[in-house]
């Protein structure tokens, strides 16, 4: 008998170990964030914005595969002399998943895990609201100085979902 309850514990912790790892995978697929349409105008953009960066996720990076990418337009654009914002264009899309992270590099040419890895000098900036749509992340000025790259990244299982480099627009 003491076999038999021994056995059914294990079973169901076990069980419930498998069911929680599960459910931490399919959470995001199954209730993903709604779709995210904020502008620059909710954080005082308009007609004096400027914009100092653009750029593009790399569909082809070799850290990427059917479970991990990103793709889609960034901006980084000047809305006031104090006010910086980083916006992912309504184009931006992300394979769903737990925990992403959005970080500015030191450095170009972010395309798997072992480049983010090795940029000691990048700065975590925020959550992702939302695998899709227009989102706008307030940056300072102090943390966009010598950065070169976006990245988003996830935290839960140190994974490169994608990158996008800077290009100046000016």
């Not at 000047?78 to 916006?87: A, C, E, F, L, Y």
């Not at 890895?117 to 959550?127: F, T, W, Y």
């Not at 307030?138 to 994608?162: H, R």
Request: charged share 20%; hydrophobic share 40%; glycine share 8%.
């Amino acid at each position: 008998m003491k076999k038999i309850v021994l056995s059914l514990a294990a079973g169901v912790a076990v069980g419930f170990v498998a069911g929680a790892g599960s459910m931490l995978i399919a959470f995001p697929y199954l209730f993903p964030p709604p779709v995210v349409n904020e502008s620059l105008e909710q954080l005082g953009g308009g007609a004096s914005e400027t914009t100092l960066y653009s750029g593009v996720f790399r569909e082809d990076a070799p850290g990427q595969d059917f479970a991990h990418w990103a793709k889609g337009g960034i901006r980084v654009v000047q809305v006031s002399n104090d006010n910086v914002v980083i916006h992912l264009k309504s184009d931006f899309e992300a394979s769903p998943g737990p925990n992403y992270w959005v970080y500015l590099n030191s450095r170009t040419g972010i395309d798997e895990e072992a480049d983010f890895l090795a940029d000691e000098q990048r700065v975590r900036l925020a959550k992702l609201r939302s695998f899709r749509g227009s989102q706008v992340y307030p940056v300072s000025m102090n943390q966009l100085s010598d950065k070169q790259a976006l990245t988003v990244w996830c935290e839960t299982f140190d994974q490169y979902i994608g990158s996008a480099d800077f290009e100046v627009t000016r």
